[in-house]
């Protein structure tokens, strides 16, 4: 059974910057992908970063240069390094898994969630 624990959510103000952890037990990072996702208030949830199986990474227009995703095969353990943050990136985060490969973080594709942990940043 899959199951993804997340940490590291905080407030923190405008430019600084946070890591998120997304704990996992129970796949195989060899077959299977990981993503973080976020959820803004009376938003729909949205991809922000994604590492496939096959370790390529993606990331949405709106963070890249600025977050990056780094997969631990030995911690089974996804780490997203956020930088320069900006109040628009305030949301819950998830990360989530799919068995096989990604692209592009397609919400729909990954069938197994975190609880998620909240990020605040303020202006």
């Known amino acids: 059974q899959a199951q993804l624990v997340e940490s590291g959510g905080d407030l923190v103000q405008a430019g600084g910057s946070l890591r998120l952890s997304c704990e996992a037990s129970g796949i195989n990072f060899n077959y299977h992908s990981i993503g973080w996702f976020r959820q803004a208030p009376g938003e729909g949830r949205e991809g922000v970063s994604c590492?496939?199986?096959?370790?390529?990474?993606f990331y949405a227009d709106s963070v890249k240069g600025r977050f990056t995703i780094h997969k631990d095969n030995a911690k089974s353990t996804v780490l997203l390094q956020m930088d320069s943050l900006e109040p628009e990136d305030t949301a819950v985060y998830y990360c989530a898994t799919k068995y096989g490969g990604t692209y592009n973080c397609p919400v729909r594709e990954y069938s197994t969630w975190g609880q998620g942990t909240q990020v605040t940043v303020s202006s």
């Open positions: 590492i496939s199986s096959d370790g390529t990474t």
